[in-house]
């Protein structure tokens, strides 16, 4: 399996472009997670889908942000507009179901994202 | 809310010493407690993964153990290897799917 895999890995813009960040989970995987990255607030779940429907969107940090999955082998992670305070390592994470007491998540290799 | 803390925020050691890494939780409702790795510039990869019915598990040279009455989880490294050289991050699932996350530890061993 390839793993999860997200694209753009590095994405440059100005401040008020829109972004959008895709993801494509492990074939199976039946949750999908996007969190963000920052060195001042670590590793942060913003949102999390369970068979392509948000579950729990309450780490959205605001309105600008929004994500969708409209299929159960891609996600997207859209900023519109974008302000440099967006500027962060963007992970998408996929896993199973199954026991939660068992089941662990799978990250991608992120997109670094810089707002100038 | 959970918060999950870890301490120190970074360690430097020489090749081939034993050390420990310590994580703390405030809920200790949690279905698991994960250890992950997070080399540069790169995304995490899961360690170890302790239910809540556990006390440790371990794999290869890392142990992990967890005291879910003190909200405390170790992760014991052997015979630590420049190779190790990585961040490591701790995680407490609350909620089936949901995972805090610390605030990880940068680990350099020297050869």
């Known amino acids: 399996d390839a793993g999860v895999i997200q694209s753009p890995r590095h994405e440059v813009t100005e401040m008020g472009q829109e972004v959008t960040l895709r993801c494509k989970p492990i074939s199976g995987h039946d949750y999908l997670f996007w969190y963000r990255q920052t060195m001042m607030r670590g590793l942060e779940l913003l949102i999390y889908f369970n068979n392509n429907v948000p579950i729990d969107d309450s780490g959205m940090p605001e309105d600008r942000f929004s994500a969708k999955m409209p299929n159960a082998s891609f996600s997207t992670l859209k900023i519109q507009p974008s302000e440099p305070r967006d500027s962060a390592v963007y992970f998408c994470?996929?896993?199973?179901?199954?026991?939660?007491?068992?089941?662990?998540?799978?990250f991608g290799p992120g997109t670094r994202l810089l707002v100038l | 809310k959970q918060e999950v803390t870890q301490i120190p925020a970074a360690l430097s050691v020489p090749e081939g010493e034993n050390l420990v890494l310590n994580c703390s939780f405030t809920d200790s409702a949690i279905y698991n407690l994960q250890w992950f790795r997070q080399d540069p510039g790169k995304g995490l990869t899961s360690l170890l993964l302790?239910?809540?019915?556990?006390r440790e598990q371990t794999s290869g040279r890392l142990n992990a153990s967890l005291d879910k009455s003190s909200g405390r989880s170790t992760l014991y490294i052997a015979a630590s290897q420049p190779g190790d050289s990585a961040t490591y991050l701790c995680a407490g699932n609350n909620a089936g799917n949901m995972l805090t996350f610390g605030g990880g530890t940068r680990l350099m061993v020297k050869p």
């Open positions: 302790i239910q809540s019915s556990q």
């Open positions: 994470a996929s896993s199973r179901s199954g026991s939660p007491y068992q089941e662990t998540q799978y």
